[in-house]
């Protein structure tokens, strides 16, 4: 059975591995001022979905994942842009291998399978208390989640 831990810890490892701007991720439980920031990447799987199947059948998932780009650089108006073009360029179409953490060498226990990416432009162009001006680019991925094929099912 696929763990939300493993999940979890596979897509945020693919993510830095992979993502052009690693520095930029604030990951989730990290406590970050973003009042002096001037973009970043927030990464939320917002949904778990349990897919019909047989009780004996490997567990088959659907996951709604989304990166909130964010900034706030004057010089650079298409900065949440570029970041949201580069997080959709890591995930969109790739498939992620699904680890064990608690035996990083053993064969992959599962997959997830990224489909289309949606873009959204949901940035407020006023100011909000703030000395720039936020933007925020939503980038939405579903992606299919399959726990390996084991020998004997």
């Known amino acids: 059975m696929l763990t939300a831990e493993q999940i979890v810890i596979s897509v945020q490892s693919f993510w830095r591995d992979h993502f052009p701007f690693p520095d ?19 990464l939320w799987i917002d949904a778990w979905t ?14 709604a994942l989304v990166a909130h780009c964010f900034s706030r650089d004057r010089e650079n108006p298409l900065a949440a842009y570029e970041l949201a073009s580069a997080a959709r360029s890591t995930l969109e179409h790739h498939t992620v291998a699904i680890i064990d953490p608690a035996d990083p060498e053993a064969p992959p226990v599962g997959h997830v399978l990224f489909r289309e990416a949606d873009l959204h432009d949901v940035g407020r162009r006023q100011l909000l208390g703030h000395r720039e001006p936020l933007q925020q680019v939503l980038v939405a991925l579903t992606a299919h989640v399959e726990e390996a094929a084991t020998a004997g099912t």
């Open 50 to 63: 349990s897919m019909p199947r047989r009780r004996t059948a490997s567990d088959r998932l659907e996951i």
């Open 24 to 42: 930029e991720t604030v990951w989730p439980g990290t406590v970050v001022v973003t009042a002096t920031a001037s973009r970043w990447v927030e």
